[in-house]
């Protein structure tokens, strides 16, 4: 169950971030898709407008200023094929142009732009031109020549302005589809990186279901074969066997109840971001004496020296970042998993508090761990030698659930061991 959530949240968690980012990219590209399609004339005439309107008073200022002829004046101004530049008089007669002849020219008193510019003001217009057939920009600036009051014109065809707009268009146009194209490659990317944990975690969580499924068939199993022969035992009238069957129908009850139990353990221990408690604390020294008092039974009845060095007494000094429940499983499983792999000599326990961190160290004197097993014994299920773990009663879950607790509390644990000779774990916790 806790597999399934967790899987359903790193799902979720994909889904909003490529959803998020596709979302984002595309609304971007209508955005732009639209402002490609609206106001760009617009702009570009706009633009044309203001740089025509430059011209023609760089024009009337050159006029105004020196005694060039019309004709010189306007041809000078008229740079490009493209531009066009008339000067009018105050009686509407044109005086000079830069592409045709003035003299054959009709009187442009009646032009609007030149109205305006006669009236003292900026004159704009946007029209066939009578003279060449085609659609214009015109901007006219009031202008003197000869200390005559004059009209200053530049001129554009339209299709200049739709030519640059439709230049301007294409550009954007294979801009976006590079972004589109950019977007799609890293979605390709972020889907491919994000799948691949998710996959990891579909394989756990296929692995764990398995494993547990197993582990849980085992006792079941024998309890179902146990009842049944106390019922025929009990049917035969064989007596004298029956308290056997009911010892190991115990035993075998007890490991299911401890299989189910720590499942359920590491289960809220994998969830414990969610819950309401982890910000509990609690005083690990008070934890590890009552869990020193309940496991000295079963290291005398083995006949180990089981030792706490109790130096550091019950108080605030070595408050750690779990809640009481989380550390006792993890004291607990330790000084089980020291007298259980233990045949004879010490089984010691020691806690240090300092002003930042807690130590707590559990070392015996026991059958070790080979090299090649001490990284894997934190993984669910592993065991160096079931057979000998079932013996004890052990069900492969104890140090993943310490392992679970340290992490969940921001310290270390750190294992040293010889084959043959003992282990040490030393558990590291920064003080709550
Ligand atoms: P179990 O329920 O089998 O004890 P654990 O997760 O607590 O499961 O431990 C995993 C394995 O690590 C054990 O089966 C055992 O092989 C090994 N192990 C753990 N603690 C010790 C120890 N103190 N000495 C030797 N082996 C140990």
């Given at each position: 169950m806790a597999h399934a959530k967790r899987i359903g949240r790193a799902a979720g968690w994909r889904f909003w971030l490529i959803g998020g980012y596709i979302v984002i990219a595309l609304m971007l590209a209508i955005f732009w898709g639209f402002s490609l399609l609206t106001p760009i004339d617009q702009v570009e005439e706009d633009q044309q407008n203001q740089s025509l309107e430059s011209i023609a008073n760089a024009g009337s200022v050159m006029l105004a200023n020196s005694d060039v002829s019309a004709q010189d004046a306007v041809d000078k101004l008229a740079s490009s094929d493209s531009l066009r530049i008339t000067l009018v008089g105050d009686d509407g007669r044109v005086l000079a142009d830069s592409q045709d002849d003035a003299d054959d020219m009709q009187s442009h008193a009646q032009r609007p732009e030149i109205v305006s510019a006669l009236d003292g003001e900026v004159g704009r217009d946007r029209r066939v031109s009578e003279t060449e057939g085609v659609e214009y920009l015109y901007v006219a600036v009031p202008a003197n020549y000869q200390g005559q009051a004059a009209a200053l014109r530049a001129a554009t065809p339209v299709s200049q302005v739709d030519s640059l707009a439709q230049g301007f268009r294409t550009t954007s146009l294979i801009m976006l589809c590079v972004v589109i194209a950019l977007t799609a490659?890293?979605?390709?990317?972020?889907?491919?990186?994000?799948?691949?944990?998710?996959?990891?975690?579909?394989?756990?969580?296929t692995d764990f279901v398995a494993n547990a499924s197993h582990e849980l068939k085992t006792p079941v199993a024998g309890i179902r074969l146990l009842s049944e022969s106390i019922e025929r035992a009990s049917k035969d009238g064989d007596v004298d066997i029956i308290p056997v069957f009911t010892e190991r129908l115990n035993k075998e009850s007890q490991r299911l109840q401890n299989l189910v139990t720590e499942l359920l353990d590491l289960s809220r221990l994998e969830n414990g971001g969610l819950g309401g408690r982890n910000k509990e604390t609690c005083d690990l020294a008070s934890v590890v004496s009552t869990s020193y008092e309940t496991h000295v039974g079963k290291a005398r009845l083995k006949g180990l020296e089981f030792v706490y060095d109790d130096g550091v007494g019950s108080d605030e000094l070595c408050r750690v970042n779990l809640p009481p429940a989380d550390a006792s499983l993890l004291v607990d499983n330790l000084l089980d998993n020291a007298i259980n792999y233990t045949d004879e000599g010490t089984v010691e326990v020691s806690l240090s508090c300092t002003d930042s961190k807690v130590t707590l160290s559990v070392r015996d004197t026991g059958i070790g761990i080979p090299t090649a097993d001490q990284e894997r014994i934190f993984e669910r299920f592993y065991r160096v030698d079931k057979g000998h773990s079932r013996e004890m009663g052990g069900t492969g879950l104890g140090l993943s659930l310490v392992r679970h607790a340290v992490e969940r509390a921001k310290g270390v644990i750190t294992l040293d061991s010889t084959l043959g000779k003992g282990s040490t774990f030393t558990v590291i916790l920064p003080k709550a």
């Open positions: 490659i890293v979605a390709f990317f972020v889907i491919r990186l994000t799948a691949r944990p998710v996959g990891r975690l579909e394989r756990v969580r």
